[in-house]
């Protein structure tokens, strides 16, 4: 049997499995989000970045969680890379190492703990939107997951109101 | 006069305040918390951070979430501010990362009216005063330096500091014979 068209809830899903995997952190784009996002721009949908669409205070606490571990590997790959420029052959970073694995860890337990998952991106008038959040490092990891970012800084990605 | 519990309730109400200040994401000491650490000591108390079973509670966590979240966005601004690139070298425009520093500043002073007693970052045991453990390392770096239990390179370059470090008596070390 023939699935029924995609709905923003796939999306949704799917980005929230890119946004809690140990790949959060990469600038490379998930593969099914952005499989989703052409299907939709092929059914005649704009995808625009929202400045009005924001997030409730209890999906907040979400983002935060996340902002808090991806921003933890972000500072220990930070500091791995000062310790080895510092220290060469004498650099110890496992303390920062086990850091980054708590950081993926935490990531994989948001996925598990909030079962009801994200809501990204909402539909509107024919349009889907990104909404926005209040901490950039959630909104850039977040568009390069989505691939609305790529790695060479093209903005492929229109900005509403 | 003020009771013990009554000491840890202040002491857990100005670690709110320095670890929401302006520059709560320096690795500075908070001279509030500090004198009155100081004070708790010199009347016999032992301050300590705690250990992986000393945790947050899940209402607790919400709040430190949201002050991690607000003080990392500060650390990754301010690391743009002084590098001043992208990834590919390109020049960044920076006033946009000026603002989100004022954002995280005015997210942390929302969070200090939301909670103005703080939470339980302290706790009292016995003779002890223990700091809870928080999961993130970038939260518990800032607030150890905040209350002095992580000694900041400001205060290693003091005359105060230097001298007490060149009188202190060294414990021979075994491994060293």
Redesign the interface.
């Known amino acids: 049997m023939k699935k029924n068209k995609i709905t923003v809830d796939d999306l949704n899903f799917a980005t929230w499995l890119a946004i809690t995997s140990e790949e959060f952190n990469s600038n490379e784009a998930h593969a099914a989000v952005v499989d989703y996002l052409d299907k939709f721009r092929a059914s005649g949908y704009r995808v625009y970045m929202s400045g009005t669409h924001r997030y409730h205070d209890s999906e907040l606490?979400i983002?935060?969680?996340i902002?808090?571990?991806t921003?933890?590997i972000?500072?220990?790959e930070?500091l791995i890379q000062k310790e080895l420029q510092m220290m060469g052959e004498d650099a110890d970073p496992s303390i920062y190492a086990h850091?980054i694995k708590?950081a993926k860890k935490?990531l994989l337990k948001c996925r598990k703990q909030f079962q009801d998952f994200l809501k990204c991106f909402v539909e509107e008038d024919g349009a889907i939107y990104l909404r926005s959040s209040?901490?950039?490092?959630f909104e850039e990891r977040l568009m390069y997951r989505t691939g609305l970012l790529l790695?060479?800084?093209d903005h492929s990605l229109e900005l509403a109101d | 006069m003020a009771t013990i519990n009554q000491k840890v309730d202040h002491l857990n109400k100005l670690t709110m305040i320095a670890i929401t200040s302006k520059d709560a994401y320096m690795h500075t000491a908070n001279k509030e918390v500090c004198e009155f650490i100081n004070a708790l000591k010199s009347e016999g108390y032992n301050i300590s951070e705690g250990d992986e079973f000393d945790i947050y509670t899940d209402y607790e966590m919400r709040v430190i979430d949201r002050l991690t979240a607000l003080i990392s966005q500060s650390i990754s601004a301010d690391e743009v501010i002084r590098y001043g690139m992208a990834d590919d070298g390109e020049e960044l425009e920076l006033d946009q990362f000026y603002n989100y520093i004022s954002d995280s500043e005015i997210g942390l002073l929302e969070c200090r009216v939301n909670y103005p007693d703080g939470i339980r970052f302290f706790y009292l045991d016995g003779d002890d005063i223990i700091l809870k453990t928080a999961p993130y390392f970038i939260f518990q770096d800032c607030i150890m330096y905040k209350v002095g239990l992580y000694v900041s390179e400001e205060i290693l370059k003091t005359k105060e500091y230097l001298e007490m470090a060149a009188s202190a008596v060294w414990e021979k070390n075994p491994l060293d014979d």
């Open positions: 606490r983002i935060e969680r902002v808090t571990w921003a933890q972000i500072y220990a930070d850091q708590d935490g209040p901490y950039f490092i790695p060479e800084m």
